[in-house]
């Protein structure tokens, strides 16, 4: 390995293109960048700038290039220094797109900082970075051609960070917001609040935690997410939970419900809760649910207006739920009959237990069945627990043998 040294209150200025490949150049004292030079770093080489100084690197003509992939990277030893610190880079075409960092609170250590360019589709990622998917929807038409890789290694540190891309990257799109990849959830965070943006650059401020980032549109952000959505059916009720990791503009969700898992309608809305990229849990209860099978479905509304219809989920209340009868109640001679009120479409699990949880019946009834007895002569006289279910659903009753 190569390194190159200055000694401390000098500087280097370059003023010839030079290429950096499988090499670590390291400065203590400034890098002048003049008459049209420029640093090439590739293959995984990276300078390091051990000087804390917003000067440290200086250009009036020269340009820092590493369009490949995040391997190559420029490491500028900020630490607690608040000034804006201008890491030169530039693309392929020579177009300049610089990178500032500011220091807004704290010791942000040492700070990589690469950048590269990508296809249409965003291809290739950034290392850990899976898609750029909207609600499991491509969503690289809203996304800029762009990635930047961004680490520190200081113990704090907040930031003000501003990114620049070219008109070609960004093409089309407008009000643009810079979005973070979180490895723990393996999708981007909302958009941080306090954003500005010009046409071609956007301006973070309070930013805290550090990986790949992006640029997209603020009309299509990456991406609200829904986590789960469960329906399930307890009795004669059917109770609704559906888990958001992240929320952006959303003003209200809608229940809806359908016998045929075709035409819906609306039964109930659920506010929004604050937006974010904290996880956010919701319940419904159907209380009026329909017998048999039917479907649910969630629509989400944002603040302009806009729907989007995220998931369907299928329940079945049988219809002996609606007309069970278990008799006598009180028990005596020691049989228990049931009525079902319908044949039964599943093959279902009728359980005993007394109060204490021990039980003593249980038993397997076939699909079809209407009529159903059980043979409680050998068990004490008491309370105990009646308990009918199957895959879809279940209902318990106390009956009391005498």
């Known amino acids: 390995m190569i390194k190159f040294y200055l000694a401390g209150g000098r500087s280097l200025l370059l003023g010839v293109c030079i290429t950096l490949a499988n090499i670590s150049a390291f400065s203590q004292a400034r890098l002048l960048l003049d008459n049209g030079a420029i640093i090439n770093i590739t293959q995984g080489a990276y300078v390091v700038v051990d000087n804390s100084a917003a000067n440290a690197i200086t250009r009036t003509s020269g340009y820092i290039k590493m369009e490949a992939n995040t391997s190559s990277r420029l490491k500028w030893n900020i630490g607690t220094n608040t000034s804006a610190h201008v890491f030169p880079f530039v693309t392929a075409a020579s177009v300049y797109i610089p990178f500032t960092l500011q220091v807004t609170a704290g010791d942000i250590g040492n700070v990589s900082v690469s950048t590269f360019p990508t296809a249409a589709n965003n291809t290739p990622y950034p290392t850990g970075v899976t898609h750029v998917e909207m609600l ?43 979005q973070r990849w979180n490895s723990g959830t393996s999708n981007w965070d909302q958009p941080i609040a306090g954003q500005t943006s010009g046409a071609y650059s956007v301006t973070v401020p309070g930013v805290t935690t550090f990986s790949p980032w992006t640029l997209s549109g603020n009309n299509m952000p990456l991406p609200v997410e829904l986590v789960s959505f469960t329906a399930k059916a307890i009795e004669k009720r059917v109770e609704l939970q559906w888990i958001t990791a992240s929320e952006k503009n959303n003003d209200y969700f809608t229940i809806q419900r359908s016998k045929n898992g075709t035409n819906f309608f609306d039964i109930a809305t659920v506010a929004a809760g604050p937006a974010g990229s904290s996880v956010q849990e919701y319940t419904y209860t159907d ?65 005993i237990s007394d109060l204490l949880g021990k039980v003593v019946f249980s038993s397997t009834v076939a699909a079809g069945t209407r009529f159903y007895s059980i043979d409680l002569s050998r068990s004490p006289a008491g309370a105990y627990l009646l308990k009918t279910f199957n895959a879809q659903s279940s209902v318990q009753q106390i009956i009391v043998l005498e």
């Open 136 to 178: 499991g929807v491509d969503n690289s038409a809203n996304v800029v051609d762009r990635f930047w890789q961004i680490d520190k290694d200081g113990p704090s540190g907040t930031a003000t960070l501003t990114f620049q891309a070219t008109p070609a990257e960004v093409g089309s799109i407008t009000t643009l917001r810079a």
């Open 287 to 351: 209380f009026d649910a329909l017998p048999g099978k039917s479907y649910y479905r969630l629509k989400q509304t944002d603040l302009d207006g806009t729907e989007e219809y995220l998931d369907i989920k299928m329940v079945r209340i049988e219809e002996f739920y609606r007309g069970l009868t278990a008799y006598p109640n009180p028990v005596k001679g020691g049989t228990l009959s049931i009525d079902f009120g319908t044949e039964l479409e599943d093959d279902t699990s009728v359980a």
